[in-house]
């Protein structure tokens, strides 16, 4: 079977929105280097990056204090919470930092205090920050683990959490239900509105969403979806090293402090984030929140849907490659996260090979989703390739990514 026609698949017109304006805006994007890594981590906005350096010079100290130095920080910190909220459409009570998601979830596991016995719907295809907590708890406190999974004669190489087969999980005994709003691998969206209902048919149950994969990419409204809880990684929105996780007030309820015993716990920061940290990234967060507004979700999608119309338009057509996820380029239903394998290549051999000789950024593995990448999807340790794309990358880029990639491919026989 012959592969595709590599012109006539780049040179498909699309609306183009210009990104030369927004790619301005990022110092990184003018190095020589063209990031298809988005998933693992995106570039950060020049404004992001010249609040955490004037914040380091100027309001270096502990918030709280009296003095001028002191109430600038209280107040620069504080914003920073203001906007973790805003993006959610949360409360300022209802958010905490962490220096990671993988640290917060852990950390929320252990604010739980149900009755031996009780049960947790975990999802079996999520990265393992997701994962490894609830297994954890649930041996802590001798709890019933019930596993999520996809149905494998729904097509073993685009698995989805559907709130029909999570239904049947569900019982009287249901504490806490996990799972993923977009695969780091698959791109694969989730109807996270509807699983909310499901899980909320029984009473106290709670929502954990790991949002990480999710939100650079379209807006999240927290009290919409209805969730108890939801996380993610504003490194991967375009800022620093530092996670965020929502916690509703009414999920609040369920939950042990961590806290010294004599500070307050009226907050989820107060309830789950220990000690002190992160003052200059959490206050460099709302030039993001408000570069996002500007922008406008609506134009990010489109943008983000051309991308990755071309690359599957390229791969759904070359009979050597398997895309894993969402086949469709239909943003309603994917993000632009895609990853495939090649026939006859290792995928580790294939991304070393294109990075010898060209400037493209991507990544082979399971991203730490091995359940899913090396069980259900049943790979080996090269795990997949991965092209995972931002607003922020251009047409030309992945046209000359899909060129530089069937060159490759093509020197090896079928």
């Known amino acids: 079977m012959a592969g595709p026609d590599i012109e006539e698949v780049i040179n498909r017109e699309f ?6 304006e927004v790619r301005s805006k990022f110092p990184a994007l003018q190095e020589d280097q063209v990031f298809l890594d988005n998933a693992g981590g995106s570039q950060v906005l020049g404004v992001v990056i010249e609040a955490i350096s004037d914040y380091l010079v ?44 993988t640290q917060l979830l852990r950390n ?41 999974k996809p149905h494998e004669e729904d097509g073993a190489t685009n698995p989805t959490l559907l709130p029909e087969d999570l239904k049947s999980l569900l019982s009287p005994k249901t504490r806490l239900v996990t799972c993923t709003h977009a695969s780091n691998v698959l791109g694969t969206i989730h109807d996270i509105k509807a699983i909310a209902e499901a899980v909320h048919a029984v009473p106290k149950a709670l929502l954990c969403v790991d949002g990480v994969a999710y939100a ?6 927290v009290k919409e979806l209805g969730v108890d809880f939801y996380v993610l990684s504003w490194y991967k929105v375009y800022g620093p090293h530092v996670a965020m996780l929502y916690g509703s007030r009414a999920a609040q309820e369920q939950m042990h402090s961590l806290g010294h015993y004599f500070n307050s716990h009226e907050t989820l920061e107060n309830k789950i984030s220990l000690g002190s940290g ?15 507004a500007a922008e406008e979700w609506s134009a990010i999608a489109t943008q983000e849907s051309q991308l990755q119309a071309t690359l599957l338009s390229y791969l759904t057509a070359n009979p050597k490659i398997t895309i894993f996820g969402e086949p469709s380029d239909d943003g309603k239903m994917r993000l632009p996260t895609v990853s495939f394998k ?6 580790r051999e294939l991304v070393e090979t294109l990075e010898r000789t060209t400037n493209f950024g991507f990544r082979w593995g399971a991203f730490y989703s091995n359940w899913l990448v090396n069980d259900f999807l049943g790979l080996g340790a090269d795990g997949v390739v991965r092209v995972s794309m931002a607003h922020y990358n251009t047409l030309e880029e992945i046209k000359g990514f899909i060129k530089a990639i069937d060159r490759v491919i093509s020197r090896k026989p079928s």
Do not use: C, M
């Open 58 to 101: 100027k309001s270096n100290v502990q918030f709280g204090g009296g003095y001028k130095t002191s109430q600038s920080s209280s107040s620069r910190s504080f914003s920073g919470v203001e906007a973790g909220a805003k993006f959610l459409n949360a409360q300022k009570d209802e958010i905490a930092y962490g220096p990671s998601t």
């Open 216 to 221: 650079p990419h379209r807006p999240v409204d």
């Open 342 to 347: 090649v026939a006859g290549w290792d995928s």
């Open 15 to 20: 609306a183009n929105l210009s990104v030369e």
């Open 278 to 292: 992160y003052y200059e990234l959490v206050q460099a967060l709302p030039p993001i929140v408000e570069y996002l």
């Open 108 to 148: 929320l596991s252990f604010t739980f205090q149900f009755q031996e016995g009780d049960e947790i719907v975990v999802s079996a295809i999520d990265h393992e920050a997701n994962i490894a907590p609830w297994k954890d708890l649930a041996s802590r406190l001798k709890l019933i683990i019930k596993w999520w």
